[in-house]
């Protein structure tokens, strides 16, 4: 099982459309959590950061259930730009004290159509 | 004020041989975190360093290795050369610590391996 997943889509939406993507993480010792978007070719940009009550961010919003172990993130009306690979990012503890890693999600594809 | 920045943006390399890259972190940032980038895959954890010692090691074999300068700039070293190290290679950085970590980007470097 891989420590970040994430449908990998596309999701191909309508302009003005709700898009929800899920992200389910495995290590109960995740401490941070982030939302990364991905345009073709080009470097991940932070879009946010997660929260334990949820934030939000003008059309986005970001939720973490730690007792599920899933972090989601919400589009509302969906935009031509907003088209690009939205990444799930989880920081973990390593073995070493005061290590960590992050574990990036395969991303999933958003495509919205005019 | 200036992005992380990385050098070169391409490079071509052969099988067997030895590659440096470079990456300077965005002014006032301790930390860098290294990723490897395979197409439709999310970014892969290599190293962070923070402060100059390594901070947290990805599932990397003993060809990868990095250092980080007094000036917080880093260099990341792969050795003996394999087609499978054709890939994006990405550098982040961030404040550093054991704070939230959020990470920013540089455009990455491309390495072919042939």
């Known amino acids: 099982r891989k420590e970040v997943e994430q449908d990998p889509g596309p999701f191909n939406v309508p302009e003005g459309a709700t898009v929800a993507f899920n992200c389910t993480y495995s290590?109960?010792?995740?401490?941070?959590f982030f939302w990364y978007r991905q345009d073709c070719r080009k470097e991940p940009k932070l879009l946010m950061s997660v929260y334990s009550s949820g934030n939000e961010d003008g059309r986005f919003t970001a939720q973490l259930n730690r007792a599920s172990q899933y972090i989601s993130l919400l589009i509302r009306d969906s935009k031509l730009s907003d088209s690009a690979t939205y990444l799930c990012?989880?920081?973990?503890?390593?073995?070493?004290?005061?290590?960590?890693?992050?574990?990036f999600g395969t991303g999933t594809r958003l495509k919205v159509l005019a | 004020d200036a992005g992380v920045t990385q050098s070169p943006t391409h490079l071509i390399k052969t099988r067997g041989q030895q590659v440096t890259l470079r990456c300077s972190p965005i002014?006032?940032?301790?930390?860098v975190s290294w990723y490897q980038q395979v197409l439709g895959q999310g970014p892969q954890f290599i190293f962070q360093y923070y402060e100059k010692e390594e901070r947290g090691r990805g599932n990397f074999p003993d060809r990868f290795s990095a250092r980080q300068f007094p000036n917080y700039s880093s260099e990341l070293n792969v050795n003996a050369l394999l087609l499978g190290d054709s890939a994006l290679y990405l550098c982040a950085s961030s404040l550093g610590g054991t704070g939230i970590g959020e990470q920013y980007f540089g455009p990455g470097t491309r390495l072919t391996v042939t």
């Open positions: 290590n109960s010792a995740s401490q941070s």
């Open positions: 002014s006032g940032h301790k930390s």
């Open positions: 990012v989880v920081k973990v503890k390593s073995v070493v004290p005061g290590t960590y890693k992050y574990i």
